[in-house]
């Protein structure tokens, strides 16, 4: 896609610190790191985001996560890892091609709050059941 950012970082006319490249993904350095070593794990090939990539494609760039995790765990000796994608404004996505940011943690003040967990029950067993029947219903579709 000519106007995305990302579709430009892997044609090379953006520049990135790069850390892995192979026939379909690229990782490079995040330009605004949340932690030391926050890397960005993208496919070559654009794809807005999960919605709009097959389980094959999914799988190609999911299977690269072990190695870049492994390899920056020992390059900042860093205690924990975030492994997180955005997908559609809402989520939090702001550059609209598919990405995995992996964001090395250190410990909890580090600069990062990944998750809230809330403290108040709001849905009730049947509401539970409810939604997982739906979801089990729609898995095929
Ligand atoms: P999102 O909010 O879409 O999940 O994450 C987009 C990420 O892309 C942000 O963490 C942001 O810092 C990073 N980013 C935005 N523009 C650039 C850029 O030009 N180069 C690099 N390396 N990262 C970028
Ligand atoms: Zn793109």
Redesign the pocket.
């Known amino acids: 896609m000519s106007d995305c ?1 990302f579709c430009k ?1 892997v044609e090379g006319s ?1 520049p ?2 790069k850390v892995f490249e192979d026939e379909h993904v690229l990782a ?7 932690t030391k070593g ?1 890397t ?1 794990l993208i496919p070559k090939k654009h794809h807005e985001n999960i919605y709009d990539m097959s389980s094959e494609e999914a799988a190609q760039i999911f299977s690269v996560v072990p190695k870049i995790a492994e390899s920056l765990k020992t390059t900042f000796q860093s205690v924990g890892l975030n492994i ?3 997908n559609g404004a809402p989520a ?5 091609h598919f ?1 995995i ?1 992996l964001i090395p943690r250190y410990d909890q003040t580090d600069g990062f709050k990944a998750i809230w967990h809330t403290k108040e029950k709001q849905y009730t067993s049947e509401m539970f059941a409810e939604y997982a029947e739906q979801i089990r219903m729609n898995l095929n579709k």
């Not at 490079?28 to 949340?34: E, H, Y």
């Open positions: 950012l970082i953006i990135s610190t490079f350095m995040d330009i605004m790191p949340l926050h960005l997180l994608n955005n939090g996505q702001s550059v609209f990405h940011h």
